[in-house]
């Protein structure tokens, strides 16, 4: 057969294995959050889940989509940004809903100011804009307090982005800091960990589920020439993943010392 027979059959064939990385890379990061989803709605407990993985992967999500005005990249890393954050929005929701119904006569936090009375004492609040007590940040009773949370501070970076957008120092730093901060995700698993000496309740799975996500995620930076700080970002990730794998394998074969306390399942990367 000539060379030229099969090209009707290459081409087809190599467009229809972009377009599946494509799509590997805009929802694959979201997928070891579905099981999450349904468990704390499964239970209805979400005790288990740390709030602030959705805040660091909101930060950096951000970022990155602002980064991109600065400096174009492939389409499918801004829709994995977009998909990303739509995801963190809606566990965000849920572990809000439930553990607000699980608590009993606590004071009610919020974001911004509010006109309505303390449930607790019966008597209106001390009235401050924001509530900046770092022992109640990011642990609001409603969800709406989140997401102004979350466009003000899109809208006081997309200001600052909007002004220094002709610097390329700042563009590249800019970039530079969202990925860094997604790749950090893992570390305070592993400091953890190390601080317990033990990784039990962990999810070996998962942890599996982050590693091959996180390699496809960094060979994919790396083959499709995606700016630097990608490419290096992922690649630190990755690193951190095979750390924690090497944890189990060490904690799990070779124990430490006894936990003293309740092991709680860390099915995510948390904080």
């Known amino acids: ?39 704390i709605r499964r239970t209805q407990n979400a005790e288990g889940f740390s709030t602030y993985v959705c805040l660091v992967l909101l930060v950096a999500n951000i970022l990155r989509i602002l980064f991109w005005f600065g400096r174009h990249f492939e389409s499918p890393l801004l829709w994995q940004s977009i998909i990303m954050i739509i995801t963190m929005l809606l566990m965000l929701k849920l572990c809000t809903e439930v553990r607000v119904s699980n608590e009993l006569n606590v004071k009610r936090r919020s974001f911004a100011a509010a006109d309505s009375k303390d449930e607790e004492i ?77 990784t039990e309740g962990m999810s070996i799975k998962m942890v599996l589920m982050w590693t091959s996500g996180d390699t496809f995620k960094t060979v994919y930076f790396i083959l499709n020439q995606a700016p630097f700080q990608f490419s290096i970002c992922g690649l630190l990730q990755v690193f951190v993943d095979i750390a ?20 709680h399942p860390a099915s995510t990367k948390a904080l």
């Open 1 to 39: 057969m000539e060379p030229g027979g099969l090209e009707w059959l290459l081409v087809p064939m190599q467009q229809l294995v972009s377009w599946g990385a494509a799509g590997a890379m805009v929802f694959g990061g979201v997928v070891p959050y579905i099981p999450q989803y349904r468990d």
């Open 122 to 198: 019966k008597a209106p609040p001390k009235r401050s804009y924001l509530d900046f007590d770092l022992n109640y940040f990011w642990h609001w009773s409603k969800f709406t307090d989140y997401v102004q949370c979350v466009l003000t501070f899109t809208g006081v970076t997309g200001y600052i982005t909007y002004l220094w957008l002709d610097s390329s120092l700042f563009v590249e730093t800019l970039g530079f800091l969202a990925v860094f901060t997604e790749a950090m995700l893992g570390v305070p698993q592993l400091y953890r960990n190390y601080q317990n000496r033990s």
């Open 244 to 263: 924690i794998l090497l944890q189990v394998y060490l904690y799990s074969h070779y124990p430490q010392k006894p936990v003293s306390h309740t092991a």
